[in-house]
């Protein structure tokens, strides 16, 4: 059977290209005489015969000649449905040169006649190109023709903003392309000299103030956003302005795709979230400050995790004497080993899978192979399913870090970073009390060992495992309803590589017992987060996606805080970056309170949280939190006021 189809499309192709060569010679004979047609103006009578003489002569040869050429620039060869500028250029050539050997035979057969009209060369060789043109180009327009035509009838109306150089690219292959479905009805630029001129043929409209104004009047379902070198600041102006017109939105990733040459419709992106934040992503120097990772050997718990994986992603590119990636979750760990194999093939890499929960084996694991730095992000970070298995948040969170802490000061470890969250200030949950615990371990472990024990805090970050974003999405595709707790709800966000980056810078500033806290910038209601995201899906918040308020779940707050009352304010050299004072304790209580919880959790105590409450005071479980509403309120009362004073 493939013998047969082989064969029957080598007949097809054999046809193809007779039928060429039988054009081209019809179209080498019609150039030769109409060009001296065309010089007499089409009267026949007028043209003398001693100029048709030598035409006639020289004409089986120019036949023969000219085909050897269009044979040798491959115009018999090449698949012209797909001609582009080098078809284009071989044809151009092959026909010139045959208006050059023309010429010259003509000469040489004028011997006996007479040589014809100069104008002759000049016209042979301008209707050879029109007619070879034709009839390989001819194809091509016409299957494109075809093509948009059907297109057409599923078409999406875009809107693109920017009439720059990486506009024009994106509009250029939008509108030549055979089987885009996009048709580019308008362009929005801030430049009033742009405004009413065209970019391949579509018209400038205006500036930001016409964009909802356009979308209506000409019907538009996409918006592109064109302008890589924006400010995040303005880019949010901008798509604050779009997400009122119901339509889908896509960018460019950045400027760096423009130098690169890498703008085209490909490189487009569904516009995010993290767009409308507002601000400029957070940068720190990395370079100068993670030069202390280098040709160091770094271990990584919850390496596998959405925090664990960029950190191993960001200290695998500071040239690390060794990284160590250790996670329960065999799956997590594989793709961020194979990720980081493929981008650092020269990495010395090894990724262990273990429970910080198992003494014997982390203990196995420090003693092999002896970390200089520890970075502790292995948790469990899921507020409701932790009230549901208060036992294993601190089996997990609290022990897991002991005996992890423990195993870095008896191996010697020179610095050991934990990974906390904002949840530990005044928890009302117990994954944000058992936090807490950990930050005062890792406190009290700093002021016995020789290691630099210190903590981060930070808030919610965008895109991470259990982040509502993913979540709104997910909702967001399946038709809805897109689900949040409570209209008022209030958290702090952070792209992953930011919070990372500072994670990394703060390590660098430890001199050991500090809890470092990162600045989240500006507070944000997930109410605004879905409808946002809704909008820039280009539907409609009510109409194609509803949202529906669950309650707050099990433990979970209006807010979150940053700093406890007593524990003050230290800055460091990041603005982005600050110190709480460590809070006394004692130390007698705190570990008889430890071995309490240890008893407990093993044995699958129903009243874990009440030996919380006696380990951490600030600890109010939601069922207790009454007697605070009070100050929550006042504290819910300063929050909105900051948000107004922003908006």
């Known amino acids: ?46 043209i ?23 044979y040798g620039f491959r115009l018999y060869h090449s698949l012209w449905a797909y001609a582009g500028e080098s078809e284009l250029q071989n044809l151009v050539v092959a026909c010139v040169l045959s208006g050059v050997v ?5 000469q040489f057969f004028k011997i006996r006649s007479q040589a014809v009209p100069q104008s002759y060369y000049f016209m042979y060789t301008f209707l050879l190109i029109t007619f070879i043109f034709i009839s390989r180009f001819s194809y091509r327009f016409l299957r494109s023709q075809k093509h948009k035509q059907e297109n057409k009838k599923n078409s999406t109306s875009v809107m693109v903003i920017g009439a720059g150089e990486a506009a024009n690219i994106i509009i250029k292959e939008i509108v030549t ?74 960018s460019l990733p950045g400027v760096y795709q423009l130098v690169n040459g890498e703008v085209n419709v490909s490189k487009l992106r569904d516009v995010e979230i993290e767009d409308l934040l507002g601000r400029e992503p957070i940068s720190v120097d990395i370079d100068s400050i993670i030069g202390y990772v280098s040709g160091k050997v770094v271990l990584v718990t919850g390496g596998g995790g959405s925090i664990g994986s960029e950190l191993c992603r960001q200290i695998a590119g500071h040239k690390p004497k060794q990284l160590i990636i250790v996670d329960i979750y065999e799956n997590n760990a594989y793709d961020i080993q194979q990720e980081l194999k493929i981008k650092y093939p020269e990495l010395n890499l090894v990724v262990l899978i273990a429970s910080v929960r198992n003494t014997s084996r982390i ?23 932790m009230e549901d298995s208060p036992n294993e948040a601190i089996k997990n969170n609290v022990f897991g870090t002991w005996k992890t802490a423990m195993a870095a000061a008896m191996s010697g470890t020179r610095k050991f970073v934990m990974i906390s969250t904002d949840k530990a200030v005044n928890p009302t949950n117990i994954m944000g009390a058992s936090k807490r615990i950990c930050e005062m371990i890792i406190q009290t472990f700093n002021r016995h060992y020789d290691t630099e024990f210190v903590a981060v805090r930070f808030g919610n970050v965008l895109g991470s495992n259990g982040s509502v974003i993913p979540l709104f999405k997910r909702q967001i595709a399946a038709g809805g309803p897109v689900t949040v707790t409570d209209p008022e709800i209030i958290r702090y966000f952070m792209t992953i590589p930011e919070a990372v ?43 194609d996606i509803k949202i529906e308020f669950t309650g707050l779940r099990p ?32 130390e007698t209580e705190f570990f008889q309170g430890l071995e309490k919880l240890n008893d407990a959790s093993k044995a699958e105590s129903q009243n874990i949280r009440d030996l919380v409450k006696e380990v951490v005071t600030t600890y109010h479980p939601k069922s207790n939190a009454d007697q605070h509403c009070e100050e929550h309120e006042k504290q819910m009362a300063r929050v909105a006021a900051k948000i107004n004073a922003t908006e």
Not at 235 to 242: Q, W
């Open 363 to 385: 203990n196995w694991i420090f003693d092999t192979y002896h970390p200089d730095i520890v970075y502790h992000a292995a948790a469990h970070k899921h507020v409701p399913l």
């Open 102 to 106: 023309n010429g010259i035979g003509l």
């Open 48 to 70: 003398p015969d001693h100029f048709l003489t030598p035409v006639n002569e020289f004409l089986p040869i120019n036949i023969l000649i000219t085909l050897a050429f269009f």
């Open 1 to 46: 059977m493939k013998d047969r189809e082989k064969k029957t499309i080598n007949i097809v192709k054999v046809y193809r290209q007779v039928a060429l060569v039988i054009y081209d010679i019809i179209s080498i004979i019609a150039a030769s005489y109409l060009a001296i047609l065309m010089r007499y103006e089409f009267h026949v009578a007028n």
């Open 177 to 250: 392309s055979n089987y885009s479905t996009m048709v580019i009805r308008c362009i929005i630029d801030d430049d009033k000299n742009k405004w009413g001129r065209y970019i391949q043929g579509i018209r400038v409209a205006g500036g930001r103030d016409k964009i909802i104004e356009c979308a209506d009047l000409y019907d538009i379902d996409e918006i592109i956003l064109a302008i890589p070198s924006a400010s995040r600041s303005e880019l949010s102006k901008i798509l604050t302005i779009c997400k009122e017109t119901n339509c889908k939105l896509q």
């Open 501 to 543: 980056s500072l994670v990394l810078q703060a390590g660098a500033y430890a001199k050991g017992g500090e809890i470092f806290i990162l600045d989240m910038g500006e507070p944000v209601k997930i109410l605004d987060l879905a409808e946002n995201l809704i909008k820039l899906s280009g539907l409609k918040v009510g109409e």
């Open 555 to 586: 433990g979970e707050k209006l807010f979150e805080e940053m700093l406890m009352d007593e524990e003050g304010m230290q800055d460091t050299a990041n603005k982005m970056i600050h110190i709480g004072r460590p809070i006394e304790l004692n």
